[in-house]
């Protein structure tokens, strides 16, 4: 790929915040992506029962998870226990993979409740060709990185009106965020370190046959890229070649703003729950890396998404199904600014600042999820599958040449999952597994590749041309235990 290849791209890829806490968490923050990147489950750092039934959550109940989601929702809980619940992940053909040990409590009381967890993750970096090191075994730091989290949610039954109240918070200090590595083309080597911080408040009340909850986010990315080339040069007479280091450091910042309003009901038909949520988030990038796939240096961008979701759902004799349907529409403005100023083919000026480049996204879409459950006397046995669909149209405007184009792409992503529960005494055991296809490493139908990382974050990049494919498979093991305190 020649520099002027990768000039041609208008990039806005936004490394988005991802929740410190894991798997529900997440609910509250709406993921933006142009191009189907395969993402691994670096963040899910703390166990769900509906992991098996593909995430099911709008009318079905999750005990263990809820309170990570919505601090006040711990009330939910029937029980103290401790669990633990690693989990492995990996991304086919070359793409990386991590493994995360967390432990994790959770306290239900007469009046208070809460949680705490914290975990320890390696992640495995995808593997690349770009890097000129010679040595004769890879540095430790070009192999895996490290990743501490930690995270705790508290509340309390206020009064006997079924309201409670939660606040929770979460952190994370990065070694690495998947797939970074492979956004710096011909870097020598990559060092990564920042954080993620997490806050929520959280109420939630049940009257009756109706339950409602309303929870609001903030939470933030900080991270630093120190990147080492190797720049090549001859001196002296014969000519000499000597390496000489440079270091470039890329700042990536993103803030988001998030608050979900949440209602369900149980129906007078036996066994019988609908429910429905409405999410918002408000998301600013005042710093992108200066990604060289990309070539636009720390370009900043505002995201606005919405998601409604709509669920159903039965439970009778130890059986429980349920269907969710969620709508997304999202816009999107990213922009490349000028460093110098820059004469337009028209004659007019462009100040330092202004913007060279526009690109306006507007998505809608879609994501089913579909579960069973079946609890036997000491096993349990959960299926589901979730569908994807994402369509966009991207209105993108060049203001130094006055070209103006259209693009609109779309492609689906499926996940099986299935798990099982095995009640023993004093102790619960799980596993589930799940699989990602759908996704892989994009690239547009010029030859161009774009790496983008595999974080499970946003991933607004404005491609140059109709969207290409290699496949990759994303796979998912999580095993937990779970000790009862009665």
Not at 9 to 28: D, E, R
């Amino acid at each position: 790929m020649t520099a002027n290849q990768l000039r041609r791209l208008a990039v806005g890829t936004i490394l988005a915040a991802c929740s410190a806490f894991a798997g529900q968490a997440a609910a509250q923050l709406i993921p933006i992506r142009t191009v189907p990147v395969a993402t691994g489950d670096q963040f899910l750092t703390t166990p769900s029962m509906n992991f098996g039934m593909a995430g099911l959550t709008y009318a079905v109940d999750d005990s263990i998870a809820d309170g990570w989601s919505n601090p006040a929702k711990g009330a939910l809980l029937s029980e103290s226990s401790l669990l633990s619940a690693p989990v492995y992940y990996g991304i086919s053909n070359g793409g990386g993979g991590g493994l995360t040990f967390p432990a994790t409590g959770l306290v239900a009381g007469e009046k208070w409740f809460g949680g705490v967890t914290a975990a320890l993750q390696e992640v495995d970096n995808a593997q690349t060709d770009g890097r000129l090191w010679t040595g004769g075994a890879d540095r430790l730091s070009d192999v895996s990185a490290r990743n501490v989290y930690a995270g705790g949610f508290v509340g309390r039954r206020l009064g006997s009106g079924g309201w409670s109240l939660g606040v929770g918070a979460g952190t994370a200090r990065l070694e690495a965020m998947d797939g970074v590595d492979l956004l710096y083309a011909g870097a020598e080597r990559i060092e990564q370190s920042g954080s993620i911080h997490d806050l929520r408040l959280g109420v939630y009340r049940e009257s009756g046959r109706d339950r409602a909850s309303a929870v609001l986010v903030r939470n933030a990315v900080s991270m630093t890229h120190d990147v080492t080339y190797l720049d090549v040069t001859s001196t002296g007479s014969p000519p000499a070649r000597q390496s000489v280091p440079r270091i470039e450091t890329n700042l990536d910042r993103t803030r988001t703003w998030g608050v979900q309003l949440a209602w369900d009901r149980r129906l007078r038909a036996p066994g019988w729950r609908i429910g429905t949520s409405l999410t918002a988030n408000r998301k600013s990038h005042p710093k992108i890396p200066n990604y060289n796939i990309q070539n636009i240096p720390r370009d900043p961008g505002n995201s606005t998404a919405w998601e409604l979701g709509f669920g159903i759902a039965r439970s009778l004799d130890g059986t429980t199904a349920g269907l969710d349907v969620a709508l997304q529409p999202i816009r999107s403005d990213t922009w490349q600014e000028a460093e110098d100023p820059v004469e337009t083919t028209n004659g007019a000026t462009i100040p330092s600042g202004g913007r060279t480049i526009e690109n306006d996204f507007s998505f809608l879409n879609v994501r089913l999820r579909v579960g069973v459950a079946h609890e036997f006397e000491k096993v349990g046995v959960r299926l589901g599958l979730e569908g994807r669909s994402y369509d966009y149209t991207l209105e993108q405007t060049n203001n130094v040449n006055g070209e103006f184009r259209t693009q609109d792409e779309s492609w689906i992503e499926w996940t099986p999952a299935v798990a099982a529960v095995f009640r023993l005494r004093g102790v619960d055991l799980h596993y589930g597994v799940r699989l990602t296809k759908g996704t892989g490493h994009p690239g547009v139908d010029r030859g161009i590749v774009v790496n983008s990382p595999d974080s499970g974050g946003d991933f607004v990049v404005a491609p140059e041309g109709p969207l290409t494919l290699a496949d990759a498979t994303v796979h998912t093991h999580q095993f937990w235990v779970r000790i009862p305190i009665r």
